[in-house]
């Protein structure tokens, strides 16, 4: 046993030393701010090269005092992805007045419901660039990681009417419960299912695997509730699993797990990076060395476009 745990603590320390590399000044990114009624955040937008109407656009929200929070973000390898797939990538940054450790407030009342507190003004970023790039309404996107992740929950419960698909990664539950009533409850009349993409460290200590299988859960209860058949059709096991690796020299290998309905449409994902922990996932989302799983990523939310109400994708 302690030769074991002598080994994992060695591929977790050479994975963190992998992912604290150089920051990636490659890409042009822009420093904006949004202000509403609810209050001012900033925001970095990277546009790809080239025209911009009519590209998808993803909205990726950080973790807690996350490098990418600070003045000047240390930099953000799903620019590249940006760059390689065609989308604009905005990322609204938290203030240290609104939270003293720069994490989103999703866990506050104020914030869990539409038109109110930090979703109106993310939906609001996100609308404005919809607005002044020409872009597919029908390919917007959400996610993000830790608080970011929790946060992304809040939207796709809130403007499921907005966001065609959401990546809640270590995220939470939305309103920390495990019914799907919840969701359809905040979508109201605008309720539909929700594709999702998952990402939970198999060690993370901080939104551990439990939590992320509870969010799991709740999203796919959620979406059997929001689709217009008289009978659940997505499954409470996978109907696929893989093993990917999850970079070139990263010895992390990842478990794939794919929720399919009988339609063939995924409504699910969900990733498993094995021997990493919560910090080291952030790093895969952020960093080179984890481009592999950003792609993936955004091959599953790009693969959606936004559906009418109680409409299956």
Request: contains cysteine; aromatic residues 8%; proline residues 8%.
């Amino acid at each position: 046993m302690l030769r074991l745990c002598a080994v994992l603590g060695a591929l977790l320390l050479t994975a963190a030393c992998l992912l604290t590399g150089a920051p990636d000044a490659r890409a042009q990114i822009d420093r904006r701010c949004f202000t509403n009624a609810a209050g001012t955040r900033c925001y970095y937008l990277h546009v790809p090269p080239g025209e911009s109407a009519g590209r998808p656009l993803m909205v990726y929200l950080h973790g807690c005092d996350d490098p990418i929070a600070r003045p000047q973000p240390s930099g953000f390898s799903l620019t590249r992805v940006a760059d390689e797939m065609g989308f604009v990538l905005a990322y609204p940054v938290q203030e240290w007045a609104a939270n003293k450790k720069l994490c989103w407030n999703w866990d506050r009342a104020e914030d869990r419901l539409r038109g109110h507190g930090e979703p109106s003004i993310i939906a609001g970023i996100t609308t404005t660039l919809i607005e002044e790039f020409g872009l597919d309404r029908d390919r917007v996107y959400v996610g993000g990681y830790s608080a970011g992740g929790a946060m992304t929950t809040n939207l796709g419960a809130t403007y499921p009417d907005l966001y065609a698909a959401i990546a809640p990664m270590a995220a939470a539950p939305y309103r920390t419960e495990p019914a799907g009533q919840v969701i359809i409850d905040a979508m109201g009349e605008r309720a539909r299912p929700m594709p999702a993409f998952f990402l939970q460290t198999l060690f993370d200590e901080i939104s551990n695997i439990v939590i992320g299988r509870t969010n799991l859960a709740q999203w796919l209860a959620a979406d059997n509730l929001a689709d217009p058949g008289s009978v659940p059709t997505l499954p409470t096991l996978p109907t696929a699993v893989e093993v990917l690796n999850a970079g070139v020299g990263l010895p992390i290998p990842l478990t794939v797990e794919h929720y399919a309905s009988p339609r063939g449409c995924e409504l699910a994902q969900f990733t498993i990076p094995l021997l990493a922990e919560h910090v080291i996932g952030a790093g895969l989302l952020q960093q080179d060395h984890g481009l592999e799983i950003q792609r993936n990523l955004m091959r599953f939310l790009l693969a959606h476009h936004l559906t009418p109400p109680n409409q299956a994708c």
